[in-house]
Structures are given as structure tokens and as C-alpha cells.
């Protein structure tokens, strides 16, 4: 992967998180004083969603994680899902910030997909309590799938991967991947170097028959893993 960067002029991630300014973040990422996460969630759930995070061991105190948003919570069991990852330095919130903050100290040119509040945008409608409790429920099959997938990905299964798309719920798939997919296939003639670009999304863009791979081949691209 760092090879390839370092070839590439030009390297696209879904959105740079990292430049997010804390006005925005305050309104995604925080609740409203008065209301609070535990009476949201009901005892049962807080409980699994608490002991979930703090055996991920998150520092953030349970009176803090009271205090935000679903899609914050959300947000916090997808990073409980993932191991760490020798490449990922504290502080970092994945691995496509690893990339991309490589990509700029190599002097690559740097672009994003979507907007910071485009992409929190899609997530608060995508988390929510309801949601969030289904994810509860389902949380051991929902930590073995993200572990099949991570293996599907790093192996370049397309099969697995699209195998693992249909366990996915239709309205999910519809807003969080699809409809993004959408959008993204129509940006990339304007953001993509003549010569040689990096596209770096999450493992379940690719994926299905409205997944990026699909999408490219349809536009005359040729697809092989490297």
C-alpha cells in the first residue's frame, strides 16, 4: 500500500475527519443538555453498549459517553470492531487517515470524496437508537462478519465481500452505500490524475452490483487485483 502511494500523484479518501471544525463536530458528535445517552438506550442496552467501549479500552469516562450523539455511539462500536492496526497511530481515527496524512507528507495531491458534514450527514440517519440497539443485539455475528470482511478485503475476495453485502439491511445499503457510490462514480472524471491515482473507501464500497467495482467496469475500466 505504501508503494503504491508513493507512485500515485494523486491519493482520494471518502473525507478527511481530521480537518473537521469543532462547531460542526459539537452538533453531530454531542447531545443537547438535558437529554442523555443512558435514558436513550435504556438500562439493558447501556450496560452492553458500556461494557462493549470500555473493554475497547476507550479513556472516554461513562459520564461522557452519557453525553453524545447515537451516531457518536455508533461511531465508537464500529472502532470497537476493529483491531488495532500497526500502521495506525494514536489519535487516528482509521486507517484512511493514515493514508492520507502519508499521502500529504509525501506532497501527493490530496482530495476527498464527500464533505466532513455530507458523510456525518448519512451516519446520524444511519445510526440511530433503534438501530443502534439491533446493532446490540446482533453484536457477536455483527464482530465476526467485520473480521470476515477485513479478511475478504485484505485477500481480495470479491465474492466473500459480496456475500457479506447481503446480510447488510436494504435500507442501509440503499443510503450508506449505494446512493454514495452513486455520487462518487460521478466525481471521480474530475478528481482523478491522468496518470496514476489512489482510491482508498471502505471495504464495503466495493462490494455488490451498485459497488464501485462494478460501477467502474461498467464505465470501461478494467478491474484486477493487486
Known amino acids: 500500500l505504501w508503494r503504491r502511494i508513493a507512485e500515485a500523484d494523486t491519493v482520494i479518501i471518502e473525507t478527511d475527519i481530521g480537518s473537521s471544525d469543532a462547531a460542526m463536530m459539537k452538533r453531530f458528535m454531542v447531545l443537547p443538555p438535558g437529554v442523555d445517552l443512558a435514558k436513550l438506550f435504556g438500562k439493558t442496552y447501556w450496560t452492553k453498549f458500556y461494557d462493549i467501549v470500555k473493554h475497547s479500552d476507550s479513556p472516554i469516562p461513562e459520564s461522557q459517553l452519557k453525553t453524545i450523539t447515537p451516531l457518536a455511539a455508533g461511531v465508537l462500536l464500529l472502532q470497537s470492531q476493529a483491531k488495532p492496526e500497526d500502521d495506525k497511530q494514536e489519535g487516528q481515527l482509521s486507517i484512511d487517515q493514515v493514508i492520507f496524512e502519508k499521502a500529504k507528507a509525501l506532497g501527493k495531491n490530496t482530495l476527498t470524496l464527500e464533505t466532513n458534514e455530507e458523510q456525518l450527514g448519512y451516519l446520524k440517519d444511519v445510526f440511530t437508537i433503534d438501530a443502534l440497539k439491533k446493532m446490540l443485539d446482533d453484536w457477536e455475528d455483527e464482530s465476526s ?13 470479491s465474492k466473500a465481500l459480496d456475500g457479506l453485502l447481503d446480510e447488510v439491511p436494504k435500507e442501509i445499503r440503499a443510503s450508506l452505500l449505494d446512493a454514495r457510490n452513486q455520487n462518487w462514480i460521478r466525481e471521480l472524471p474530475r478528481l482523478t490524475s491522468k496518470k496514476h491515482t489512489l482510491i482508498a473507501v471502505g471495504a464495503a464500497h466495493y462490494a455488490g452490483p451498485q459497488g464501485l467495482l462494478k460501477l467502474l467496469e461498467q464505465q470501461g475500466y478494467k478491474i484486477r487485483p493487486l
Open 145 to 157: 462478519s467485520y473480521d470476515t470482511m477485513k479478511e475478504a478485503y485484505k485477500h481480495g475476495d
